[in-house]
């Protein structure tokens, strides 16, 4: 069964700091890898996809890695801002479900 | 173009009644899926289809009954709520492994 973990489980820092989320899994014979984010009481939005054969996405500020041999990826923000406070979701992609983690919310001080 | 609409947004019932939650999809996706999402926890798959016709369990399904018969649409039914069913429910759609999944705004479930 994939597992799916995300470290840390909250995180805060000062507008303008750059942000590192991480992302583990257990299983590596993924097809793909996506970030979601998700404001309060809302939707999953999709911010990038990775496919099992990609090492990584760039999508404006946001990047992010995959190396599926070790059963991680990393989504790096920069410069953020009070706008990027959110939970940050990772899910893989296996047959036919996404198995996600419990997120990594985080607060972007002003 | 609306994307994935979900209804109602909350909804409270008692102890065994029973309830449909709908989803709509306007993008012809093949693939729709029900997930729930708990404090502290990843969402998890509840049911999916790849089809009209075809739908399959994923890993939460007891107590949730599922059926697509147009490729827009995908009901999502509780056959007797519990306690254990409060939660929220997202349903989503896509062209599986080729991009994302899109989700809709949600259903808020409380079951006293």
């Known amino acids: 069964k994939q597992e799916v973990t995300q470290i840390p489980a909250a995180l805060s820092v000062p507008e303008g700091e750059n942000l590192v989320l991480n992302c583990s899994f257990t299983d590596s014979a993924i097809y793909n890898l996506q970030w979601f984010r998700q404001d309060p009481g809302k939707g999953l939005t999709s911010l990038l996809l990775i496919q099992s054969s990609q090492r990584e996405q760039t999508s404006g500020r946001l990047n992010a890695s995959l190396d599926k041999s070790s059963g991680r990826s990393t989504l790096y923000i920069a410069a953020s801002q009070p706008g990027d406070s959110a939970t940050y979701l990772c899910?893989?992609?296996?047959?036919?479900?996404?198995?996600f983690g419990a997120g990594t919310t985080v607060t972007v001080r002003a | 173009n609306a994307g994935v609409t979900q209804t109602p947004k909350f909804q409270v019932l008692k102890t065994g009644q029973s309830m449909t939650l709908q989803c709509a999809q306007d993008m012809n996706h093949e693939y729709m899926s029900w997930y729930r999402q708990d404090p502290g926890m990843g969402l998890r798959l509840i049911h999916y289809?790849?089809?009209?016709?075809?739908?399959d369990q994923g890993e939460v399904p007891n107590g949730y009954n599922v059926s697509r018969s147009t490729t827009e649409d995908f009901p999502l039914r509780l056959l007797s709520a519990a306690p254990s069913q409060t939660s929220v429910y997202f349903c989503a759609s896509g062209i599986w492994r080729q991009e994302t999944q899109y989700f809709g705004p949600g259903t808020r479930l409380l079951v006293l």
């Open positions: 289809s790849v089809g009209a016709g075809i739908t």
């Open positions: 899910a893989v992609t296996n047959d036919y479900k996404l198995s």
